[in-house]
């Protein structure tokens, strides 16, 4: 058990390292930005991954975070001169706040399954009406913001810049999945996500777990508003509160693995290269996106385990054969 561990330790070092290093290496900008990308999709997926993965409750209001973290710093900035880097802490806490809202509203009430999710795509389609209607928001004009580079605006003049951003947005995820899998706390998640009734027979306080889970999804959700919002300057409510970002959350997290460290990591990777590819070597109008499909598809099919449970498969004929 401890070679594994070590094995795992020296894993993850090894590509913490290769990651920092990849700017230095790869000198391109366009190739910067998609891996810049790749990771942004991860730690979005990440943050589906706590609630949708651990506790088992599927949701596809996930942008509903992402984008109340988005106008919370934005109106922070250019309405009160307040710069990103205190703001983004204000959209952590006003993403936490909103899934609290939600989560007591839906959780109190015994919402799961199919009914949580519906309940939180009407609560996206709510919260993009109010920002589309209301003026403190820029109604339908949105929200443009002041290219000013600089630590404190979270802007950079070079793309690496918000590669490292995102870099250290996936580590903290990462951190968060590897301490739910060792924690009591998780383990309850878990327990929900198998048999809430059984959960709490056992004593489990399934309401109180539920709430802190879609707070943490929150949380990170309004972090990685914040984010955008500085790298691309501009927010509107078709954006903030697109339905596409959640579907983006649960494809990821589902085709790398559901209710695992690495799978929203590995889930990203693979759909955007795929995505990338697809569209630079077919021309055909739609037709990539019919190949991408196909390949989503035959993925979910054929690993209902995500592409990690590749390696799992792999792992238990070793293990057998050591036993023997």
Same mark, same amino acid.
């Given at each position: 058990?401890?070679?594994?561990?070590?094995?795992?330790?020296?894993?993850?070092?090894?590509?913490?390292?290769?990651?920092?290093?990849?700017?230095?290496?790869?000198?391109?900008?366009?190739?910067?930005?998609?891996?810049?990308?790749?990771l942004f999709s991860a730690f979005l997926g990440q943050s589906w991954?706590?609630?949708?993965?651990?506790?088992?409750?599927?949701?596809?209001?996930?942008?509903?975070?992402?984008?109340?973290?988005?106008?919370?710093?934005?109106?922070?900035?250019?309405?009160?001169?307040?710069?990103?880097?205190?703001?983004?802490?204000?959209?952590?806490?006003?993403?936490?706040?909103?899934?609290?809202?939600?989560?007591?509203?839906?959780?109190?009430?015994?919402?799961?399954?199919?009914?949580?999710?519906?309940?939180?795509?009407?609560?996206?389609?709510?919260?993009?009406?109010?920002?589309?209607?209301?003026?403190?928001? *820029?109604?339908?004009? +949105?929200? &443009?913001?002041? /290219?000013?580079?600089?630590?404190?605006?979270?802007? $950079? %003049?070079?793309?690496? @810049?918000?590669?490292?951003?995102?870099?250290?947005?996936?580590?903290?995820?990462?951190?968060?999945?590897?301490?739910?899998?060792?924690?009591?706390?998780?383990?309850?998640?878990?327990?929900?996500?198998?048999?809430?009734?059984?959960?709490?027979?056992?004593?489990?306080?399934?309401?109180?777990?539920?709430?802190?889970?879609?707070?943490?999804?929150?949380?990170?959700?309004?972090?990685?508003?914040?984010?955008?919002?500085?790298?691309?300057?501009?927010?509107?409510?078709?954006?903030?509160?697109?339905?596409?970002?959640?579907?983006?959350?649960?494809?990821?997290?589902?085709?790398?693995?559901?209710?695992?460290?690495? *799978?929203?990591?590995? +889930?990203? &990777?693979?759909? /955007?290269?795929?995505?990338?590819?697809?569209?630079? $070597? %077919?021309?055909?109008? @739609?037709?990539?996106?019919?190949?991408?499909?196909?390949?989503?598809?035959?993925?979910?099919?054929?690993?209902?385990?995500?592409?990690?449970?590749?390696?799992?498969?792999?792992?238990?004929?070793?293990?057998?054969?050591?036993?023997?």
């Amino acid at each position: 058990m401890n070679a594994l561990q070590n094995k795992t330790t020296l894993l993850v070092v090894a590509g913490l390292v290769a990651s920092a290093l990849v700017p230095v290496v790869i000198v391109n900008k366009f190739y910067i930005d998609i891996l810049t990308l790749i990771l942004f999709s991860a730690f979005l997926g990440q943050s589906w991954n706590i609630l949708g993965g651990y506790a088992g409750q599927f949701s596809f209001g996930g942008v509903i975070f992402f984008g109340t973290g988005a106008y919370a710093s934005s109106i922070l900035l250019t309405t009160f001169g307040i710069p990103p880097l205190i703001g983004i802490f204000a959209a952590i806490a006003a993403g936490a706040l909103t899934g609290a809202f939600i989560g007591f509203i839906s959780f109190r009430y015994g919402l799961r399954g199919s009914y949580f999710a519906l309940i939180t795509l009407a609560f996206s389609e709510v919260f993009r009406t109010i920002a589309n209607s209301v003026e403190f928001t *820029g109604g339908g004009v +949105g929200i &443009f913001i002041k /290219h000013a580079p600089g630590l404190a605006n979270l802007q $950079f %003049i070079h793309p690496a @810049g918000y590669y490292y951003m995102a870099l250290g947005m996936v580590i903290i995820s990462l951190a968060i999945a590897w301490w739910l899998e060792r924690s009591r706390f998780g383990a309850q998640l878990i327990a929900i996500r198998e048999n809430e009734d059984a959960a709490e027979a056992l004593g489990v306080d399934a309401f109180k777990c539920k709430m802190y889970a879609i707070m943490i999804t929150g949380a990170m959700g309004g972090a990685a508003g914040t984010f955008y919002a500085q790298k691309y300057l501009y927010i509107d409510p078709p954006i903030s509160y697109s339905i596409g970002t959640s579907v983006e959350m649960l494809l990821v997290t589902i085709v790398g693995g559901m209710g695992t460290i690495f *799978g929203p990591l590995i +889930g990203a &990777f693979v759909l /955007h290269i795929v995505n990338e590819v697809a569209r630079h $070597f %077919i021309d055909t109008p @739609g037709l990539s996106l019919i190949v991408y499909g196909v390949i989503l598809i035959a993925i979910i099919g054929y690993l209902p385990n995500g592409l990690i449970g590749l390696f799992k498969r792999r792992k238990k004929p070793d293990k057998e054969t050591s036993d023997a």
